[in-house]
């Protein structure tokens, strides 16, 4: 049975879903994610709306429940994209519904109206579950893993695809 999942561009309005859903990916998934919980969780609605106001925060909505995110944002020159796809999660008993599928055409989306080509993510070299799903939908490693900015003491592999016309 294929799970039905909507997307739900946030507003700064809507700080207190994100927060929520990034929260719970974070205490749920910590290795996965360079962000950390307690600092996360230490931010000011003014600093969470400003965030959701600098890059695209997309909720995913099953049954009525906020229950996925992820965020795209413009890349900084030094990660040779031209966007950046981060904090993807879905809720555990939802994954495997082809939830990755449906965030990298909201990515498709998003990439489309801002005139963005070559998408980027980072994803850590072990999570290998992670890594088949973003080939699957036809992102690429590049190089070899390298050392991450948030987590120094940790490398990750960068992926990258180009935006299909």
């Given at each position: 049975?294929?799970?039905e999942?909507?997307?739900?561009?946030?507003?700064?309005?809507?700080?207190?879903?994100?927060?929520?859903?990034?929260?719970?990916?974070?205490?749920?998934?910590?290795?996965?994610?360079?962000?950390?919980?307690?600092?996360?969780?230490?931010?000011?609605?003014?600093?969470?709306?400003?965030?959701?106001?600098?890059?695209?925060?997309?909720?995913?909505?099953?049954?009525?429940r906020?229950?996925?995110?992820?965020?795209?944002?413009?890349a900084?020159?030094?990660?040779?994209?031209?966007?950046?796809?981060?904090?993807?999660?879905?809720?555990?008993?939802?994954?495997?519904?082809?939830?990755?599928?449906?965030?990298?055409?909201e990515?498709?989306?998003?990439?489309?109206?801002?005139?963005?080509?070559?998408?980027?993510?980072?994803?850590?070299?072990?999570?290998?579950?992670?890594?088949?799903?973003?080939?699957?939908?036809?992102?690429?490693?590049?190089?070899?893993?390298?050392?991450?900015?948030?987590?120094?003491?940790?490398?990750y592999?960068?992926?990258t695809?180009?935006?299909k016309?």
């Amino acid at each position: 049975m294929k799970v039905e999942f909507k997307a739900v561009r946030a507003k700064p309005e809507d700080w207190q879903r994100v927060v929520k859903l990034r929260l719970r990916a974070l205490e749920d998934s910590p290795q996965w994610f360079a962000g950390d919980f307690r600092r996360e969780s230490n931010r000011s609605e003014e600093e969470w709306r400003s965030l959701i106001e600098e890059m695209h925060w997309i909720i995913y909505v099953h049954d009525g429940r906020d229950v996925g995110i992820m965020t795209v944002e413009k890349a900084d020159p030094i990660r040779g994209t031209d966007c950046w796809l981060g904090g993807c999660w879905v809720e555990p008993n939802l994954r495997g519904n082809g939830i990755t599928a449906k965030m990298i055409s909201e990515l498709d989306v998003i990439c489309r109206a801002e005139g963005w080509n070559i998408q980027g993510l980072g994803v850590w070299p072990n999570n290998e579950v992670a890594i088949r799903a973003y080939e699957r939908c036809g992102f690429e490693k590049l190089g070899e893993p390298q050392f991450s900015r948030s987590k120094p003491d940790q490398l990750y592999q960068k992926m990258t695809r180009t935006l299909k016309h």
